[in-house]
């Protein structure tokens, strides 16, 4: 964050600018090239986009930066140092969280006890720590009002919320830890308009909050609404790259297809 | 409970008072909707028909109230508790323990030779056998989490295994002439309590801590609820599910040591169809098979009903087939209660 260059938006950024770089990521899965040398990058304060046909690499690339899949190849740069991650944990702890599709919240915990699984905060020694409850309670009640969050009750269970509370909840959990990158795979695929339109919300507060979004999803309008700037996947490479506010939907299109050359 | 000492007419008295309180009931809530008493009467339905068994009991025989007879039902629910608790955790994570019968017979009996062997020490024996519990348990974890055999499989084998082994620690037979000294363990008092006893009612009020208050407790809950998500949020699924069959494993071999220690007999056969009445206890409780859902509370309530219901169908001469029809009927009215209660939440 420190040696960030102040530099105009133009066309050539430069490389400081660039909160996150992979270069040439592969990974295969038995004979299943998923990537194939793949390339991307994301700016520091914006919502960066990912589209791409169905089986083109989005998720293994996600999965990738976010530790869930180890590349086979490849360099992913975070602020500029040279990353590896073995596990989800070790791209937490980097400062990449992610937002699941499949909303990876469990069902009969908490609000307060999905925010803090894996990362509890405890009081006591040894065997006979305990849940500090009341800190998790009103760390988990800030994350969300910060985010301007429809804030349901944290003690209630997750499974009595609706399909955009959950959203706002896992999006919240995952902004709330000092974050660098937040990653949405398709996080609006299961709400109504109206619980989309309060998610997107919340996911264009935490870009003014200054933290980098990477956005996986397949609704153009969404795209061209929240991103500021698009990475376009096709047969496990990114083909193609555009600021949002230079290209349209048909042209995105051409480009997922291949009927446009990159 | 003095009350029932009585003649049959002043218990007939007690039961109308307690029909007519919980007719009252209903009206002093009439300002909350009916569907709100409905939600309160299925949470707690099970305490509901634990309260009308007891009652009918109360009514029926004045033997039942005794403090005696509380003392029996205690010391007969104590090595099913030790398994319940350990079953609860299994379950917890979706799984199943179907060893802990066998586990509890291997224990005894080893228990039982290391008893013999060294009658001066027979804390060697309660080590002995929770030892063996944990080997069991530890394969148990082992084969399921690592090597990923399904849980009612994997735990079926060493159901069969264990109880081999039983008979081969003993050539067939039951240990036999132990120590006095031995015995004495499960007969030890403490505040007007056995051992046995006294280990029941700190396992259930250290898991319930445990479960409600610890991380670890917390992550069985989240490896049973969404085990994907789990694994996303940094905990280690493999490692929980280890460890809870390790649990179950060493709460069973306890569970043999002071049963044997009890009866004074290294039987092969001490256990058999224990698992059973564990996984009632669990899921008459409120737990959920499929894991995620489920407590020590309820686990210690369903474990009481079950012994209360024993002890009660004994006290009134109610044939042993009987007794196995009613107890087969009240698991599958608890857990269809369950199901449809689980249909009926937002």
């Known amino acids: 964050m420190t040696?960030?260059?102040?530099?105009?938006?133009?066309?050539?950024?430069?490389?400081?600018?660039?909160?996150?770089t992979a270069t040439d990521i592969k990974k295969s899965f038995g004979g299943v090239h998923a990537l194939k040398g793949a390339s991307m990058t994301m700016r520091r304060g914006e919502i960066t986009a990912l589209i791409g046909d169905n089986g083109a690499g989005k998720s293994t690339m996600v999965r990738s930066l976010s530790g869930i899949h180890k590349p086979d190849s490849g360099e992913i740069t975070l602020d500029g140092k040279t990353v590896s991650f073995d596990n989800p944990n070790a791209a937490r702890n980097h400062g990449i969280e992610t937002v699941q599709q499949n909303l990876a919240l469990v069902e009969d915990l908490t609000v307060w006890q999905n925010f803090f699984l894996g990362r509890e905060k405890t009081h006591g020694f040894g065997p006979f720590r305990t849940?500090?409850?009341?800190?998790?309670?009103?760390?988990?009640?800030?994350?969300?009002?910060?985010?301007?969050?429809?804030?349901?009750?944290?003690?209630?269970?997750v499974r009595r919320l609706s399909g955009g509370q959950r959203q706002a909840v896992a999006i919240a959990r995952a902004a709330g830890w000092g974050s660098k990158i937040v990653i949405m795979d398709e996080p609006t695929a299961a709400l109504g308009v109206q619980e989309t339109a309060r998610v997107e919300g919340v996911i264009n507060t935490l870009r003014d909050s200054g933290?980098?979004?990477?956005?996986?999803?397949?609704?153009?309008?969404q795209v061209m609404r929240l991103s500021d700037h698009i990475?376009?996947?096709?047969?496990?490479?990114?083909?193609a790259e555009r600021r949002t506010s230079e290209t349209n939907g048909a042209e995105l299109v051409a480009l997922i297809t291949g009927a446009k050359a990159s | 409970m003095t009350d029932t000492k009585t003649p049959a007419p002043a218990g007939q008295g007690t039961g109308a008072a307690s029909a007519g309180a919980a007719s009252v009931a209903p009206t002093g809530v009439r300002r909350f909707s009916g569907r709100w008493f409905g939600d309160l009467a299925i949470r707690y339905a099970m305490v509901i028909v634990m309260l009308l068994i007891i009652a009918f009991f109360l009514y029926r025989s004045a033997r039942f109230g005794t403090p005696e007879n509380l003392t029996t039902i205690l010391i007969a629910a104590a090595p099913f508790a030790l398994i319940a608790l350990g079953q609860t955790l299994v379950i917890l994570t979706g799984g199943i323990d179907l060893s802990v019968g066998s586990v509890i017979a291997v224990a005894a009996v080893y228990g039982s030779i290391t008893a013999k062997a060294f009658p001066d020490n027979v804390w060697l024996a309660v080590v002995t056998g929770m030892v063996v519990g944990l080997i069991a348990g530890s394969i148990n974890g082992f084969v399921v989490s690592v090597i990923k055999v399904p849980p009612f499989i994997a735990t079926l084998g060493m159901l069969t295994a264990a109880s081999g082994f039983a008979y081969v620690a003993?050539?067939?037979?039951?240990?036999?002439?132990?120590?006095?000294?031995?015995?004495?363990?499960?007969?030890?008092?403490?505040?007007?309590?056995?051992l046995p006893v006294i280990l029941m009612i700190v396992g259930i009020l250290g898991f319930a801590v445990i479960m409600r208050r610890t991380a670890y407790g917390m992550r069985v809950y989240a490896v049973g609820g969404n085990p994907v998500a789990a694994q996303i949020a940094g905990v280690k699924v493999g490692r929980t599910l280890f460890s809870v069959y390790a649990i179950s494993g060493v709460l069973a071999g306890l569970s043999g040591v002071m049963l044997a220690s009890r009866v004074t007999l290294g039987a092969p056969n001490l256990g058999q169809g224990y698992e059973l009445d564990a996984i009632a206890a669990v899921v008459i409780g409120g737990a959920s098979l499929l894991g995620g859902r489920g407590s020590i509370w309820g686990t210690a309530?369903?474990?009481?009903?079950?012994?209360?219901?024993?002890?009660?169908?004994?006290?009134?001469?109610?044939?042993?087939?009987?007794?196995?029809?009613?107890?087969?009927?009240?698991?599958?009215?608890?857990?269809?209660?369950?199901?449809?209660?689980?249909?009926?939440?937002?």
Not at chain 1, 231 to 239: D, K, L, S
């Open chain 1, 231 to 239: 990475w376009v996947m096709r047969a496990g490479t990114a083909v």
């Open chain 1, 131 to 157: 849940l500090d409850r009341r800190v998790m309670r009103s760390t988990a009640e800030g994350m969300l009002k910060d985010l301007a969050v429809n804030v349901p009750p944290v003690s209630s269970k």
């Open chain 1, 3 to 20: 040696n960030t260059q102040p530099s105009p938006h133009t066309g050539t950024t430069p490389a400081g600018d660039f909160i996150l």
């Open chain 2, 301 to 346: 309530l369903g474990l009481l009903l079950i012994q209360t219901l024993n002890n009660g169908l004994d006290i009134l001469t109610v044939p042993a087939y009987w007794q196995d029809v009613i107890k087969g009927a009240l698991i599958v009215t608890a857990v269809a209660v369950d199901v449809w209660s689980t249909k009926r939440r937002p």
């Open chain 2, 170 to 194: 003993g050539n067939g037979a039951p240990i036999t002439g132990l120590p006095a000294s031995f015995s004495s363990i499960a007969n030890t008092q403490i505040l007007g309590l056995t």
């Open chain 1, 211 to 221: 933290v980098a979004v990477l956005l996986i999803s397949h609704n153009f309008d």
